[in-house]
C-alpha cells in the first residue's frame, strides 16, 4: 500500500480532542448546521480535514492559535448568527470501505478483507481513525472484477 497517497481525515472523536467538543455536541450544531460538513463520508462514518478543522476551532473560540484550549465562561456558544455555513462549505465526497465494497460485489466482507491483506486490491485513497476507503471508480472495478470470476480473477491479474 502506497502510504503517500493515502489522505487521511478525522473522524469524530478525533475532532472532539482537536478543538475540545464533545461529540454529542458536534454532531448537535452538525444537525441544526453550525458545524462544518464533513470533508469525506466512509460508509455511515464522517471525516474532516485536520487544518480546515483547527481553522474551525480558533474561529469559534474553542482552541487559539497554537491548539491549546481556550476556557469559555461558563455556558458560553459561539455567536450563532455570526456563523454562515457558505464558510466552511465544501463538496463531500463518497468513499467506500471493505464492507461497502463486499455489499456492492454481493459476497462476504472477509473474502474482500483477505483480498486487501494479500495486497489483490488496489490501493485504498483515505484513511478515516482505522479505517480505509476506495473512490467510487475502485471500488466499481473491484465489484466488477469479483462478478467475472471472484477471488481467482484478483489472483490471476497479479501472475
Excluded at 115 to 125: I, R, S, T, V, Y
Amino acid at each position: 500500500m502506497n502510504q503517500a497517497q493515502l489522505r487521511s481525515y478525522l473522524s469524530t472523536p478525533e475532532v472532539s480532542e482537536l478543538i475540545f467538543m464533545e461529540p454529542p455536541n458536534i454532531r448537535t450544531a452538525l444537525i441544526e448546521g453550525r458545524f462544518p460538513p464533513p470533508d469525506i463520508l466512509l460508509g455511515n462514518k464522517k471525516g474532516w480535514e485536520a487544518q480546515r478543522i483547527r481553522d474551525f476551532g480558533i474561529w469559534a473560540g474553542h482552541i487559539d492559535n497554537n491548539g491549546a484550549r481556550l476556557t469559555p465562561a461558563r455556558g458560553r456558544k459561539w455567536d450563532v448568527k455570526r456563523y454562515e455555513p457558505d464558510m466552511w462549505s465544501v463538496s463531500t465526497e463518497m468513499f467506500y470501505s471493505l464492507l461497502g465494497i463486499a455489499k456492492l460485489a454481493g459476497t462476504y466482507r472477509q473474502a474482500i478483507t483477505e483480498l486487501h491483506w494479500h495486497q489483490f486490491l488496489p490501493a485504498p485513497d483515505v484513511r478515516l481513525g482505522d479505517m480505509l476507503g476506495w473512490s467510487e471508480a475502485k471500488a466499481d472495478e473491484i465489484a466488477r472484477k469479483w462478478d467475472e470470476g471472484g477471488a481467482q480473477a484478483f489472483v490471476r491479474s497479479q501472475l
